[in-house]
């Protein structure tokens, strides 16, 4: 039973699902909160640094279409692994897995090696700051943001002589 006193429809999916009670706007949404002003700050520079070298090369338009289903689809993954995620740093780490994508097959110039390397040691410290308690970290988030960066930027930019059929796959996926 809620606190407005309505039973759960199926009281097999608790947790944050809770809190979401099929109000879909509240997935996205939750990028937008943070847990503290260095928690902000930290996602606004990093969202402008890599989200600003890609809006460049794509446009604002496809950019954009992009950065949807980057709030998304991290956040549902946080979600269906029982947590609940606060922050942009999902989305943030598709902009990273793009442009690690578009730098593997396109430009050289499009990411310093240095962005790489710090990114991916974020990420692993991200990984011990959860595993010793020292702060809850959404690394399935991060990870999953990751990984559908360098997959979605891979389908829709690769070099690949199948261009449409991956492209059709990857937009019914």
């Known amino acids: 039973i809620r606190a407005d006193r309505r039973e759960v429809a199926d009281p097999d999916w608790h947790g944050p699902f809770d809190l979401w009670d099929g109000e879909w706007w509240r997935v996205p949404v939750n990028a937008f909160h943070h847990a503290d002003v260095l928690h902000l700050l930290i996602n606004c520079v990093a969202a402008w640094g890599l989200g600003s070298r890609l809006e460049r090369r794509w446009g604002s338009l496809r950019f954009a279409i992009f950065l949807l289903p980057s ?7 946080e979600m269906v692994n029982g947590n609940v995620a606060v922050g942009f740093s999902g989305a943030i780490c598709s902009m990273l897995g793009a442009l690690i994508a578009l730098k593997q097959f396109d430009d050289d110039d499009i990411l310093p090696d240095q962005v790489v390397q710090f990114g991916v040691a974020f990420l692993v410290l991200g990984l011990w700051a959860s595993k010793l308690e020292v702060m809850r970290v959404a690394n399935v988030a991060h990870f999953v943001g990751l990984a559908y960066g360098w997959f979605s930027t891979w389908a829709m930019c690769g070099p690949f002589e199948m261009k449409r059929s991956i492209r059709g796959l990857f937009l019914f996926s």
């Open 71 to 77: 709030i998304y689809i991290p956040m549902l993954a």
